[in-house]
């Protein structure tokens, strides 16, 4: 797999400020104005009507006006400059960003994670190596203390998905404080615009916006930088003027001084006046979650250059306006724009408040699918909205309930403060997460001393700790909404997390014998007709019990069957020259094997049809690797499992085990006619008239003529080629789970109501997996769990 578009291939990269280097970081910070910049862009729009609310209305006065901005100033300053730029955009994964890239390093460097498929082979992969990687003998107290304890891998595990939650509780607030904040321009310029009016405004704009989602963003991605370009510009352009109109002496807040004063003259007020403060950063996180699409180089440099000089004059500006116009509090924005220039800034900040929206609606898929990947969350329909960019997807369930629970927001408060409250909880709720995951990732990634990463987390949480008080002061007006969301989506979470877990600990506990496998011998007591079977299970290791089932139920089985697992391994991206990992099951004459596809928690499942001849040519490769390294098979009675190896896809086109020539589709029904009932074929063809994207590339496997070719692997080529032309059938187990008569109430509680409610209105394993419903075959079992 090429790497991800910004992200440097290592040390052999010319000098970081060469031309070609800086030109291209310079396209990329350009590009991520319109992906990563929207939202923290947006919020001069609430700001100060957010953190002059309440009680501190007393104290409208121009020190105070003079100490909102020293505070806004030094929290730009020392969050998102001095943590995002400096810090935190070193700690990527892959050079993927976000809470699940810390979540993943940390799995990586120590024994963490809760995944239970997880293989020595994975340690293998290019990416699972990326970073300082622990020495033998260094392994600190910390290390061995969190390895030790499956309570606290539990914990942290639930600190990772309660920020999660919170994110997709960003999505559903962004969008609302955005366009609601944009819109009341409106009445503040149109008297005769009454607040429903303006509201109706804003839900048909944010239904609009949702409603094309499933267009994907590329179709107007090249529309939002020039727009938050257009909107920095006239923002700062804006504050200079009212910088120098009306009054300059704003400068001297720029001194912590005016920040000693503020708290000093409001007390406890000017504290809980910091939860609209912190809406100065809200969008801070996404410098480090969209780190993927873009380099850390542009993304400081479009913040260090751009984004900060524009917000700092901005905020200026709106001060210095405000310190001789302080009745203008509650408009704020929009007042201290000049008249003649009013309209347009109204129409950019519109526009800009949507495409701050849409990056985070965006981010909430990603975060989504990336839930799923680790097993945290049920299974939904994943679109891919761009056939040329990567990553880009649109789940159309989440997209739905993210509209309905915004519109829910937008008209239940219908006031951008009480949103704000609800957002500013929410975010600050998430940096404090990445802080505490960052301070883990010092120790345990970077290595670095456990006193620095005290100092870290301590600075931060010190200065965070202060601002997400202030915010849970207001959990009464409006701080509720996050919590709640997030307490909803973290049951989800957590219940299919753990309803998944006990599921696969039982087909663990269950796998069929080895004994029992070889004493049916061969033939496994049955009849093998042609045809290939690949049978899905979970387990990476061992023969699900399900296979029992058929064996003893079933008169007649495939001559070649595979045992598939698709599994998620704790990386971003699995190349494609890594993703199959082939083994054989039992000796060579039961022609058993087992293949393991992998994929990274970002990688993105495409249904492209290839995977049947992917598969067929990874174990052709495999048995003639197995013929020239034998201890690739070892003893053939050691094990029900031999080793695995790593097929990869270039091996497979250098070395061509098998010749392919692609055939029309009639072509193939007539080589396959004598295998196939005339009711089969009709079923068939009728199904792919009627499902035209299920139509898969149809080719012929032919042996290669060479004759050096051991016997015993060219009768077993050629029972593979046979097998392959007489067809694949897939074959999975159609399970229901159930506590035990023994369990807990609170354990049936989880597993008979909560987790069955969830599969059975989510969508199936087959479908996921995107196996055609024609050739399929389903096994009731029951698990008690």
């Known amino acids: 797999m090429e790497p991800e578009a910004g992200i440097p291939s290592g040390p052999t990269n010319p000098p970081l400020l060469s031309w070609v280097n800086l030109s291209r970081n310079l396209l990329l910070a350009y590009q991520s104005f319109g992906v990563v910049y929207g939202d923290l862009s947006t919020s001069p729009l609430y700001v100060y009507k957010s953190t002059f609310i309440g009680k501190l209305q007393a104290h409208e006065n121009e020190d105070s006006i003079f100490g909102a901005f020293s505070l806004i100033f030094w929290t730009i300053t020392l969050i998102p400059l001095l943590k995002y730029v400096f810090i935190m955009l070193s700690a990527d994964d892959n050079g993927e960003g976000g809470t699940f890239a810390l979540y993943s390093l940390l799995c990586r460097h120590a024994k963490l994670s809760l995944l239970p498929n997880q293989q020595a082979a994975d340690e293998e992969l290019s990416a699972y190596k990326y970073g300082p990687m622990t020495q033998s003998g260094s392994t600190s107290p910390l290390k061995r203390f969190l390895e030790k304890h499956k309570k606290l891998r539990t914990a942290l595990l639930l600190v990772v998905l309660f920020g999660t939650c919170m994110v997709i509780g960003d999505g559903v607030v962004t969008p609302a404080i955005s366009v609601l904040s944009a819109v009341s321009g409106l009445k503040d310029e149109k008297e005769k615009l009454t607040s429903g009016q303006v509201l109706l405004i804003a839900c048909v704009i944010l239904v609009g916006l949702f ?22 510009l006239s923002i700062m352009c804006i504050g200079l003027y009212n910088i120098i109109h009306w009054n300059p002496k704003i400068v001297q807040a720029l001194s912590p001084y005016y920040i000693i004063k503020f708290f000093k003259e409001n007390g406890k007020d000017g504290w809980i006046s910091l939860g609209g403060i912190l809406l100065s950063i809200t969008g801070t996180e996404a410098m480090f979650a969209d780190l993927g699409h873009f380099t850390a180089f542009s993304i400081r440099m479009a913040f260090a250059f751009v984004i900060y000089p524009c917000l700092v004059i901005q905020y200026m500006g709106q001060a210095a306006f405000l310190s001789k116009n302080v009745s203008s509090i509650p408009h704020s924005f929009y007042h201290s724009i000049p008249g003649p220039v009013f309209w347009p800034v109204f129409v950019i900040a519109t526009l800009a408040a949507i495409v701050g929206s849409q990056a985070v609606i965006t981010a909430t898929f990603s975060i989504v699918k990336q839930c799923h990947a680790l097993g945290c969350f049920p299974r939904v329909k994943i679109v891919h909205t761009s056939k040329h960019i990567y990553g880009q997807i649109y789940i159309p369930e989440i997209n739905w309930i993210l509209m309905i629970l915004t519109l829910a927001v937008t008209i239940g408060f219908h006031d951008t403060t009480l949103i704000g409250n609800a957002y500013g909880l929410a975010f600050m709720t998430v940096m ?8 883990l990732v010092i120790v345990f990634v970077w290595q670095r001393s456990i006193f620095l990463a005290a100092g870290f987390l301590l600075f931060f949480w010190l200065i965070e700790g202060v601002y997400l ?80 089932h058929f064996v003893t139920n079933l008169p007649a089985f495939h001559q070649v069957l595979v045992f598939v697992c698709v599994k998620s391994v704790p990386v971003p991206y699995v190349s494609p020259e ?42 052709a490769e495999f048995i003639q690797m197995e013929a020239g390294e034998p201890q690739l098979s070892g003893s053939e009675t050691s094990s029900l499992d031999g080793r695995m190896a790593v097929i990869s896809t270039r091996t497979i086109q250098s070395n061509m085990s098998l010749v392919i020539s692609e055939v029309e589709d009639f072509d193939l029904v007539n080589s396959v006619s004598s295998s196939k009932s005339a009711t089969l074929q009709s079923l068939r063809s009728a199904y792919e008239e009627e499902n035209p994207q299920a139509r898969r590339r149809r080719v012929r496997f032919q042996l290669p003529t060479s004759p050096g070719m051991d016997p015993a692997v060219r009768d077993e080529l050629q029972e593979l080629v046979e097998a392959k032309e007489a067809g694949v059938a897939y074959i999975m187990g159609h399970s229901y789970i159930k506590a035990r008569r023994s369990s807990s109430f609170l354990k049936k509680l989880v597993i008979d109501i909560g987790y069955s409610f969830l599969r059975k209105n989510c969508r199936g394993p087959a479908v996921a997996l995107n196996i055609p419903h024609i050739s399929l075959i389903e096994v009731g079992m029951i698990y008690y769990v």
């Open 469 to 548: 008080s202030s915010a849970i002061m207001k959990v009464p007006q409006g701080g509720w909404v996050p919590i709640v969301l997030s307490c909803i989506f973290m049951v989800v979470m957590y219940v299919w997390h753990y309803g998944t877990r006990r599921k696969y600990s039982y087909d663990l506990h269950n796998k069929v014998s080895l004994k029992w496998l070889l004493g049916l011998g061969p033939s496994l007591g049955i009849v093998r007709v042609p045809g290939i079977g690949l049978i899905y299970s979970e387990l990476a290791t061992g023969v699900p019990a399900i296979f029992s």
């Open 432 to 439: 404090f997460v990445t802080t505490f995951l960052m301070s």
């Open 578 to 619: 890594e993703r199959f990992l082939v083994g054989r099951v039992c000796p060579r004459p039961y022609r058993m094997y087992r293949c393991v596809v992998r994929y990274g928690y970002k990688d993105i499942q495409r249904d492209d049809g290839d995977f049947e001849n992917l598969l067929v040519q990874s174990i």
């Open 211 to 232: 409603a094309l989602q499933h267009f994907g963003t590329h179709k107007v991605a090249f529309l939002f930088a020039p727009i938050i370009i257009l909107w920095l």
